[in-house]
């Protein structure tokens, strides 16, 4: 896989087995998470200041993810000798993470699709009993109701394939996983490892061409 670190947290999120034995399909896909956090908590920003935001709202869905499925010690990281726990990784994530909303400039971002983008990682993680409260939020709702306006889900079960599917993680929970089977092309989504990721996280049955591809990605 390339070194997006976006995409590989949500590969890393993917558990696989029964319920009360869920191990974590892709463990070196979370160890290089946890290797790429930063001393100061965040994940690294590239050419946006968005960048480092969904780097970091991604990283931090995927280790309270693992921390409440397997439990602090159920996966057995190395932390590269910094003595840090998964709570101690997920304070300092979430503390870089609401500093950088507080800067960030969300009229002037022009990141493509940063509008569906990072309210969906910060929804879920709302489900942990974490809000982030930031003065662009409030702007950042009203683009994304714009940016929506016209979004029905319907068209995504279509035969027709739209650029959606590229970012199909942005709809968990909104859209019916099952339907969007048929636009798989060689296991993936539009080439894309995170929307792959959560496609197979949100089907009932598990989908080995999807795994395959994720595998071939991660290889």
Not at 147 to 164: I, R, V, W
Not at 171 to 190: A, C, T, Y
């Amino acid at each position: 896989m390339s070194s997006s670190v976006y995409d590989t947290a949500w590969v890393s999120m993917i558990l696989k087995g029964a319920p009360n034995s869920q191990q974590c399909l892709f463990p070196d896909a979370f160890q290089y998470i946890l290797d790429k956090q930063s001393s100061k908590g965040g994940w690294p920003s590239y050419a946006d200041p968005v960048d480092g935001i969904l780097n970091t709202a991604a990283a931090l869905l995927s280790m309270l993810k693992h921390l409440k499925i397997q439990g602090a010690s159920a996966f057995n990281f190395n932390d590269q000798g910094k003595g840090e726990s998964l709570t101690e990784r997920i304070e300092k994530g979430s503390a870089w993470l609401q500093s950088s909303l507080d800067n960030w400039d969300v009229k002037s971002c022009n990141h493509v699709g940063f509008e569906v983008l990072v309210p969906a990682p910060l929804g879920l993680i709302s489900d942990y009993n974490i809000t982030f409260y930031f003065p662009g939020a409030q702007t950042l709702r009203q683009l994304n109701a714009t940016k929506l306006a016209n979004f029905n889900e319907q068209m995504l079960y279509t035969k027709l394939p739209t650029s959606l599917l590229h970012s199909l993680e942005a709809f968990v929970g909104q859209i019916d996983f099952e339907r969007v089977q048929h636009h798989l092309i060689n296991g993936s989504l539009m080439g894309s490892p995170a929307a792959t990721a959560a496609y197979l996280m949100n089907v009932s049955n598990w989908d080995t061409q999807a795994e395959e591809y994720l595998r071939r990605a991660c290889a």
